[in-house]
């Protein structure tokens, strides 16, 4: 490659991105405490124009770069895009949280939009060492992101944990990928595909492989039995962090798998169906039984968490239709995610921390708009008709139905009615509980206010008029498969 031949529009949004967040730093650095909202303006407006960028390319056919390892495809585009949009919603639910806990620096901005960007070239990446530096980036940025709170004890136990934890699965996961190295002879996604078809690879190096890359995959994203750091960071760290974390690193992981598995090595089909099969299944009856016993909201997300993680897995199961199924619920769950996050941080103050059940106790009787909001998430995650988190289940399923997979939808089934317990307990706590003494205040502003309203309300709406959804997730798998 030569500097004729460097094409940079394909990556324009990344490079603007890194652009920005340089400003964005220096900003922090030159302006005083009190003009921090610089930093938070700048943060804003950088999101949107690579929002924009992103929207505007509107790749369909795949474009490379950097020597073909870098590509610009509609499933990037689709996942880019609304990862700048989960991020731009929680920055604007952060403001108040921050501000509250003498947290409002441009520390948090600086490496959010770092981890972004890192989840942005994890999804475009066509290379192992690629991926793996887009995965490193995001991940480095998120650990210091989650003790960025040094004073409190368990933020930074929350951070060590998911550090060491990470660290491991980082370390898993490179094996693997040199292993796969070492049996195809690439570590570009597409000739391995080639090799394995053609069988000029080694295939029992590649399945050995195979089996760590599963596995620092299912660290990565929190599946059972990897799946111990989850509460344990959702309930140490600040909210905002925990809202973070459950919202665009989710989607970056569920393409970083695909990119891996469907692109990479399809060939192997065989042997990772069966891995990710277990895994599922495992996920969604621990995650769901788990999250009953939970009196900490926070930590009842993280368990519900792992289970939804079992339902996107299982969407690999079922081929291109499943492929699109799961795409269409890990969009579905970072809206119910990052909007119930959002209510827990309105309802905290800095004295007291809204986390568990007893703190949402009569909400509907001392801030009715926001029981509404949070009801209609709870009934979301739990698949109750006509909110979007039904639909995604009902996608789901119906692509195991298509695939033969009877008992595994049963199975699904079942575990979601048993997750419907724990989110109707939160609905009951609301409506029919008197209220709690340490739900005094609302911290929220205007527009805190109406992205919140806008964020819950979409689950509703999208709901009755899924179409946009599945257009979108069509759209990202053309022309891939």
């Not at 492989?209 to 344990?232: C, E, I």
């Not at 959702?234 to 974390?245: S, V």
């Not at 289940?393 to 195991?400: E, G, S, T, V, Y």
């Not at 739900?439 to 509703?460: D, H, P």
Request: proline share 3%.
């Amino acid at each position: 490659m030569n500097w004729a031949d460097l094409n940079l529009i394909p990556a324009m949004p990344e490079i603007v991105l890194l652009v920005a967040l340089c400003v964005v730093l220096l900003v922090d650095v030159l302006f005083s405490h009190k003009a921090k909202w610089v930093a938070y303006g700048l943060s804003l407006v950088t999101l949107v124009v690579v929002a924009g960028l992103q929207f505007k390319a509107g790749e369909v056919v795949p474009a490379m770069t950097f020597s073909d390892m870098f590509v610009s495809d509609s499933l990037s585009q689709v996942a880019k895009f609304a990862m700048y949009i989960a991020t731009f919603f929680l920055f604007i639910y952060s403001r108040p949280y921050l501000q509250s806990r003498d947290m409002y620096q441009g520390e948090f901005y600086t490496l959010s939009l770092f981890s972004l960007l890192g989840m942005a070239i994890m999804v475009s990446s066509n290379h192992f060492l690629v991926l793996y530096i887009g995965l490193e980036l995001m991940s480095l940025a998120l650990y210091a992101m989650i003790a960025l709170r040094r004073d409190h004890p368990q933020a930074s136990e929350a951070a060590f944990k998911y550090f060491v934890l990470g660290a491991l699965s980082s370390g898993l996961l490179l094996y693997g990928m040199s292993l796969v190295y070492g049996g195809t002879g690439s570590l570009y996604l597409t000739d391995m595909v080639a090799g394995l078809s053609d069988g000029t690879a080694n295939a029992t190096l590649t399945q050995f492989g195979l089996v760590f890359v599963v596995v620092g995959l299912a660290f990565k994203l929190g599946t059972v039995p990897f799946h111990m750091w989850v509460p344990d960071v959702y309930e140490g760290a600040p909210t905002i962090m925990g809202a973070f974390l459950g919202a665009a690193p989710k989607i970056a992981s569920v393409i970083f798998m695909f990119r891996i598995l469907v692109m990479g090595l399809s060939p192997l089909a065989e042997q990772w169906v069966p891995m990710l099969n277990l895994l599922a299944i495992a996920s969604l009856l621990v995650g769901n039984l788990s999250a009953i016993m939970q009196t900490n909201v926070k930590r009842m997300l993280a368990y519900s968490t792992i289970s939804h993680m079992g339902f996107v897995v299982l969407g690999f199961m079922g081929d291109l239709l499943g492929y699109q199924a799961a795409m269409i619920y890990t969009l579905t769950y970072v809206v119910m995610s990052v909007a119930a996050f959002g209510i827990l941080m309105i309802l905290s103050t800095k004295e007291h921390e809204c986390e568990k059940l007893t703190d949402l106790a009569g909400l509907n009787q001392t801030h009715p708009w926001m029981a509404f909001l949070m009801l209609l998430t709870m009934f979301s995650m739990a698949g109750i008709p006509p909110l979007l988190g039904f639909y995604a289940k009902f996608a789901i399923i119906q692509a195991l139905l298509a695939q033969g997979y009877l008992w595994v939808s049963v199975f699904a089934v079942i575990m979601s009615l048993i997750g419907a317990f724990y989110y109707l307990r939160v609905v009951k706590v609301m409506y029919f509980d008197q209220p709690s003494q340490t739900v005094a205040a609302v911290n929220m502003t205007w527009e805190v206010k109406l992205f919140l309203s806008i964020n819950a309300l979409a689950l509703l709406a999208l709901g009755i008029m899924p179409d946009a959804l599945v257009q979108w997730s069509t759209q990202a798998f053309q022309f891939l498969l």
